[in-house]
């Protein structure tokens, strides 16, 4: 069985089991996901979706998009799901990139969708309700189509440093074998229930979580976003939950997130972002739990963590998973670093992708004797902790969405009232950090800040869209040019804190 579907659904348990609590208080039975994830397969195979066409899917969250994702890996198709905060120049970018058989949106963008769709080439529209309510007039039954391990189940698009996204093709196998291994690592049951408030475009929500609870057959209380009141309603019914740094720091901010709410639960896991020493220790002293921090990427899944059954130690990410071979390298030759100096963190193992989507330079140059170099810069210390230090590139990481200045950088330096710019990420206590851009006007007693904002609504997702604009007369230089942005970035650090 090399399907991913095939692997996941041979746990699954008697379909009268609960695989999904919804917010409204409906119950998703794994009887349900058989049948509903099979009238979805037979749903794209009659809009003429083909084996390894991609299926784009940018929608709200539901529970029905989950059923297309498990419809999709049956009928043999590649997901791709897109955040819903992209743009319609973005859009436009993926979908002649990807040239998806399929786009699903929702009912309120379809019209402008359908226009992008048409001059991109793609031949299918449909909303999610929509193509949820063709699924169920067709057949509730379909055979699982057998795919090779390495046969791509899903394509996730990554930010480019050059402005330029890639899609990091994930193979049924990387998916497949993250699965089965995190269920080993942090002990999954199918006795779990874990809260579910993460997006599903995302690979934390959409693999990590989802594919683990269906690789041991457990349930989900799957909420449709991160709402902390409803989080402490639902938590004495879970057992576990994973969350990425702001989901604790909002809990942490609410009188009723006590030790006797959570005295029960078994796992916190958080990830996405880096988890400051600092919320690791007052979480621990407000529930008496260690949070669970872990290290993944879009193109590896999950590759070291903190212990299940061991110290969980705040401000670094653990050690490396079972199968994961990592290596900290110098950036420059790949050698190994002594044990307590910083180098990149490199990654080779079942879970690593298969390279970046038509891009075969732009995935040659990113391995190194098999090994993924992730441009995350970390250190080992002497129980094998890894902790990592800071990420080369100037990616910023907030709210768990990377955003890499180049791309930020390029659309402010489009206007024309822009000489050049600087985006930087500055500590932001609820996203982790947020961008910040430094901008030299071309006039230089321009300084509406609301009008440089006003013109990148249209341009950015809003997570990528600065937080604070400057202006300044010149942007500090080294002597061959190069903008400092350790310099801006320590000048600033207390902006928005």
Known sequence: ???????????????????????????????????????????????????????????????????????????????????TAYTAGELDYFMRDAEPALFVCDPGALAAIEALAKEAGVSHVATMPGLAEQASNNPATFATI????????????????????????????????????????????????????????????????????????????????????????????????????????????????????????????????????DIHREFSERTGHAILERYGMTETNMNISNPYVGDRIAGTVGKPLPGVSIRIADPETGAAMPQGEVGVIEIAGPNVFK?????????????????FISGDLAFEDARGYISIVGRAKDLIISGGYNVYPAEVETAIDELPEVHESAVIGVPHRDLGEAPVAVIVPRDKDFADAEAIKASLVDKLARFKQPRAILFVDALPKNAMGKVQKAALREEHKGLLS
Not at 267 to 274: D, I, Q, T, Y
Not at 355 to 368: I, L, N, V
């Open 1 to 83: 069985m090399t399907n991913l579907y095939s692997r996941l659904s041979a746990c699954f348990p008697d379909p009268a089991r609960p695989f999904a609590h919804l917010h409204d208080g409906t119950v998703v039975s794994y009887g349900d996901v058989e049948a509903r994830s099979a009238a979805f397969a037979n749903t794209l195979r009659s809009l003429g979706v083909q084996v390894g066409d991609r299926v784009a899917v940018q929608a709200e969250k539901s529970i029905d998009m989950l059923m297309l994702y498990l419809g999709s890996l049956r009928a043999g198709a590649v997901f791709l799901p897109l955040n």
């Open 146 to 277: 057998e795919r090779d391990d390495d046969d791509l189940a899903a394509i996730l698009y990554t930010s480019g440093t050059t402005g330029r996204s890639k899609g990091a093709m994930l193979s049924h196998d990387n998916l497949g074998s993250n699965a089965f291994m995190l269920r080993e690592a942090w002990a999954f049951t199918g006795g779990d229930a874990l809260l579910h408030a993460l997006p599903i475009f995302h690979t934390h929500g959409l693999f990590v979580a989802t594919n683990t609870i269906l690789a041991v057959g457990g349930s989900m209380i799957f909420l449709p976003k991160l709402d902390p009141k409803e989080i402490l309603r639902q938590l004495p019914r879970a057992t576990t939950m994973m969350g990425v740094p702001t989901f604790y720091i909002r809990l942490l901010d609410e009188p009723g997130f006590t030790r006797e709410l959570v005295q029960h639960i078994r796992l916190f896991v958080s990830g996405s972002a880096p988890l400051s020493a």
């Open 355 to 371: 390279g970046y989507w038509r891009m075969p330079e732009k995935t040659e140059a990113e391995f190194r004797d098999g090994y």
